[in-house]
């Protein structure tokens, strides 16, 4: 899943391109937004065709060579991101569509707006039908790349190296084993398994990668388990090979009678509280990813009954390091009886199970479940998700 940046983040970004006082291999300066659509939509292309793995920002508002910022309030040809959205999906793409945001930024009291072309494994864009406006054409067929502070590709064909760069990034093949295996992962589709048949599972068209159950399922105890309809659990290691090669060791864990398969979670305290614990997913690491896929994409933790946020689940460090924050301050907003009231046969069956012992209990759990939910509830109305 990819980070999302709040508008301080992304000021800060934009602020220190501007810093350097020149344009990049990834981000260029537009005093004003374009007045010919073909021009737009081949910046676009460019920043989506960079070479440098990172997202192309198409900053407006901004002069390209003072440095100044001018501002987009007044601008005749301003687009909103619905606008954008339309535009970029309404030309005729060889296969994938590049991926843009827009988000808007205030720096010396005028507005900038700031187009966000996503890095991806799709590249290279381009056309199968050419786009013209006016005397600018964008031919179909061609790949036209950001490199360094310039389009090429445009007057001549680009560079074969370039050209020969982007179709690596798409098929992984510069890519080590493990750069690979993060791609694959998040093409959660193409994993073939059956658990609760078959102990293994494997990318369809790469099935040199697969995931392997290793030995027999292992009675456990999490307190996440008293979460579900039936309160048992199983684990079993779980390795990641490439060919006959471990590359990555993991678990597999199961809840509610075998209808639940996800992966290991992650164990974090609370700030300024190191004997409170809970469980999550970073959607960003292997297991993350591979809790996408074991989900088929909704990454849901639930079984039978609803979501009690047994684990949390993070889009990714950022999104964790801010809800840390949140916990931290309102930690006493809920009474521990309130918690132990809402939980009671929870934290009951906790306690049956391990004493309401091991490293944290179900009324950890549940305490800090209950603030996730709040503060869930709150980001998203906020807008940034």
């Given at each position: ?130 786009f013209c406006d006016g005397d600018k054409t964008v031919h ?204 009671k046969n929870q934290i009951r069956e906790d306690n049956a ?33």
């Amino acid at each position: 899943m990819k980070e999302i940046m709040d508008k301080i983040q992304l000021t800060e970004v934009i602020q220190s391109f501007r810093s350097f006082h020149r344009e990049g291999g990834y981000w260029d300066f537009k005093k004003e937004w374009h007045d010919n659509k073909a021009e737009l939509l081949l910046d676009i292309i460019c920043m989506a065709n960079n070479i440098e793995y990172k997202d192309g920002y198409i900053i407006i508002g901004i002069h390209d060579y003072t440095m100044d910022a001018v501002g987009v309030e007044n601008d005749k040809n301003r687009k909103n991101l619905n606008q954008l959205s339309q535009f970029v999906a309404g030309k005729h793409f060889a296969v994938y569509i590049p991926e843009v945001d827009l988000q808007t930024i205030e720096l010396e009291g005028h507005e900038i707006d700031v187009i966000i072309v996503n890095n991806t494994n799709h590249t290279p864009y381009y056309l199968e039908k050419s786009f013209c406006d006016g005397d600018k054409t964008v031919h179909h067929g061609n790949v036209y790349v950001r490199l360094n502070d310039r389009k090429a590709g445009v007057d001549a064909t680009a560079p074969y190296s370039c050209i020969e760069h982007l179709w690596k990034k798409r098929f992984g093949i510069n890519f080590s084993v493990m750069e690979r295996l993060s791609v694959l992962l998040d093409d959660r589709e193409k994993w073939k398994y059956d658990w609760g048949n078959k102990s293994y599972a494997f990318h369809e068209d790469y099935p040199e990668f697969r995931l392997q159950l290793s030995g027999e399922m292992q009675e456990g105890w999490w307190p996440a388990a008293a979460f579900y309809a039936n309160p048992g659990m199983h684990f079993s290691k779980l390795d990641i090979m490439y060919h006959n090669t471990v590359i990555y060791e993991t678990e597999m864990w199961v809840f509610d009678e075998y209808r639940k398969y996800v992966p290991k979670a992650a164990n974090s305290t609370v700030k300024g509280k190191s004997e409170f614990w809970y469980q999550y997913y970073n959607l960003s690491t292997i297991e993350g990813k591979l809790l996408t896929i074991f989900t088929d994409g909704t990454n849901c933790i639930a079984s039978r009954y609803p979501n009690y946020n047994q684990i949390l689940v993070f889009n990714d460090d950022l999104e964790k390091d801010e809800f840390d924050d949140y916990l931290s301050q309102h930690f006493d907003d809920f009474s521990d009886d309130v918690i132990k009231e809402e939980y009671k046969n929870q934290i009951r069956e906790d306690n049956a199970d391990n004493g309401g012992g091991l490293i944290f209990s179900a009324f950890q759990v549940a305490k800090v479940a209950k603030f996730f939910s709040v503060w869930r509830k709150q980001k998203d109305k906020s807008g940034y998700d």
